[in-house]
T-cell receptor, first 110, second 113 residues
């Protein structure tokens, strides 16, 4: 959506499993972000990256990891250390004014 | 970065009524942005305000940034069912060349026909 593709749309994770959420953009934007949204709540920042091979922890980075090997890609891994991973995950890019968000991945622990 | 407080958390209106959501900060903000998220969807950028006392309009939506740059409001005139969703305010916060967007908790708008 708007040049940002998130996959999969829905993801189910078993207890103790690591899962990776994909975020790809063709907007040629430098900055990319991962947010988590819990039902009825706002967005909380997990990780962000201003340029390739560089990223910073956000407010709730524990239990998550990222990489930024290419400008177009910013995958998020939800590790088994994340005790409450069920949420809606949103990837976004920024260039100039507002953020452009992907359509999100809904992760559920089963 | 400081939190921004949004009120109300939830508003239920009849179609045709007006709606206003407020965003308040204890510190001066350099900018404020507004986003709309439809049920089941993702946030969509509406507007950014940067100047003290700035007012911008988009059709039935009016956005204001306070004189002290500590508060902002979004007003919708004559709501329609298409206005249903959650409205978030957010602001840029950055240090050392790293910038991030900090969101309020949002105001959920329900419009009954």
């Amino acid at each position: 959506d708007g040049g940002i593709t998130q996959s999969p749309k829905y993801l189910f994770r078993k207890e103790g499993q690591n899962v990776t959420l994909s975020c790809e953009q063709n907007l040629n934007h430098d900055a990319m972000y991962w947010y988590r949204q819990d039902p009825g709540q706002g967005l909380r920042l997990i990780y962000y990256s201003q340029i390739v091979n560089d990223f910073q922890k956000g407010d709730i980075a524990e239990g998550y990891s990222v990489s930024r090997e290419k400008k177009e890609s910013f995958p998020l891994t939800v590790t088994s250390a994340q005790k409450n991973p069920t949420a809606f995950y949103l990837c976004a890019t920024l260039q100039g004014g507002g953020y452009t968000f992907g359509s999100g991945t809904r992760l559920t622990v089963v | 970065g400081q939190q921004v407080m949004q009120i109300p958390q939830y508003q239920h209106v009849q179609e045709g009524e007006d709606f206003t959501t407020y965003c308040n900060s204890s510190t001066t903000l350099s900018n404020i942005q507004w986003y709309k998220q439809r049920p089941g969807g993702h946030p969509v950028f509406l507007i950014q305000l940067v100047k003290s006392g700035e007012v911008k309009k988009q059709k039935r939506l009016t956005f204001q940034f306070g004189e002290a740059k500590k508060n902002s409001s979004l007003h919708i005139t004559a709501t329609q069912t298409t206005d249903v969703g959650t409205y978030f305010c957010a602001y840029h916060w950055g240090t050392g060349g790293y910038n991030k967007l900090i969101f309020g908790a949002g105001t959920r708008l329900a419009v009954h026909p």
